[in-house]
């Protein structure tokens, strides 16, 4: 019996990639002898991305698509997808071409070579900007230095993942989702392939600065604890700073004369420590946030209609 190979797509806002998107995968899955599924996860399009997964599922029964209530964000397109996959593997990609089709048969040939995980690395991104190239790669870095999970540079959300790590990665239940921390960190073996990212077919980046910012920080927080460590290094060394004003305080009061009232000093030392407080407390309220996030234990996401082929 032949596999089947599901895709997971995230689409936000997609309309004019999507005929050309399928045009490419649908060629190159002519190709090979596998089954396969198409699974679109619409994330709260709002420009005719829809009608066109409409026409799509209509003519194709191997096209499905989910259109979600709103925008939930990448990480959770990603799960409504993963979650409604059946396939022996999965491969999830953007919709947008700049994760090649062309690169399946490789990916798909690492797997039966016995890879559970096929990450795939970017080496570039031809239309990134400098501003974006820069910030990843001093991401990247600072995420290995301080969590114990190693995340490749450049990974992406381009990636097979085999039955048996689709069904661990559905077992984890967090909202803040940084599932190429997750993938690393189940356990399987993984191969990677490296891929120049092409410049989009169309569109632009749907990833404005607050998103990457909170994409990152959910990265951060839910794979270290090291941020709370600092808060209370710091605090610890203002602690002891603050002792030693204490005892030359005590000094001058008791064993000199010149107890002239010292403004200066003292008002620089309680903006200070204020300023350390507010920190350490800044850092803490982010993690209270998150677990309070997680408490709640809300849906990930939620799914408007189910679109296939009658
Ligand atoms: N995407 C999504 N929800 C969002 C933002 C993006 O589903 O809120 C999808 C988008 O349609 C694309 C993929 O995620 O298929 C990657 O987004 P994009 O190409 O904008 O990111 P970039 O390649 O610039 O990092
Ligand atoms: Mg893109």
């Not at 002898?33 to 066109?52: H, K, T």
């Not at 090291?226 to 004003?245: E, H």
Request: hydrophobic content about 45%.
């Amino acid at each position: 019996m032949k596999k089947t190979i599901s895709f997971v797509v995230p689409v936000y806002n997609e309309a004019e990639n999507l005929r050309e998107f399928y045009k490419r995968l649908t060629e190159v899955m002519a190709g090979i002898e596998y089954d396969y599924q198409l699974l679109f996860v619409d994330d709260g399009s709002n420009d005719g991305s829809v009608l066109i997964l409409k026409e799509l599922t209509r003519n194709d029964e191997r096209v499905q698509a989910f259109l979600l209530s709103r925008n939930f964000g990448h990480q959770m397109a990603l799960t409504c997808g993963l979650d409604n996959a059946c396939g022996d593997a999965v491969i999830t990609m953007d919709g947008d071409l700049q994760h090649p089709p062309e690169l399946v048969p490789e990916l798909i040939s690492l797997w039966e070579a016995g890879s559970e995980i096929v990450q795939t690395v970017r080496r570039d991104t031809e239309d990134a900007s400098f501003f974006k190239k820069l910030t990843s790669r001093l991401y990247y870095k600072l995420i290995n230095k301080m969590s114990k999970v190693s995340i490749t540079p450049g990974g992406s959300d381009f990636r097979l993942m085999d039955r048996l790590a689709v069904d661990a990665l559905n077992l984890y239940g967090e909202r803040a989702r940084f599932i190429r921390g997750l993938v690393n960190n189940l356990g399987y073996k993984v191969a990677s392939v490296e891929f120049v990212a092409p410049p989009r077919f169309a569109g632009s980046s749907k990833f404005n600065l607050r998103k990457m910012l909170h994409f990152a920080l959910d990265g951060i927080t839910a794979f270290s604890k090291v941020p709370l460590r600092w808060a209370f290094y710091i605090g610890l060394l203002c602690g002891l700073g603050s002792m030693l004003v204490l005892f030359h305080v005590i000094y001058i009061k008791l064993i000199t004369d010149d107890a002239v009232p010292g403004w200066a000093t003292l008002s620089a030392s309680i903006l200070f420590l204020g300023g350390v407080q507010l920190v350490g407390l800044g850092i803490i309220g982010e993690y209270v946030g998150r677990v309070f996030e997680e408490v709640k234990q809300r849906p990930l996401y939620l799914v408007k209609q189910h679109l296939k082929k009658e």
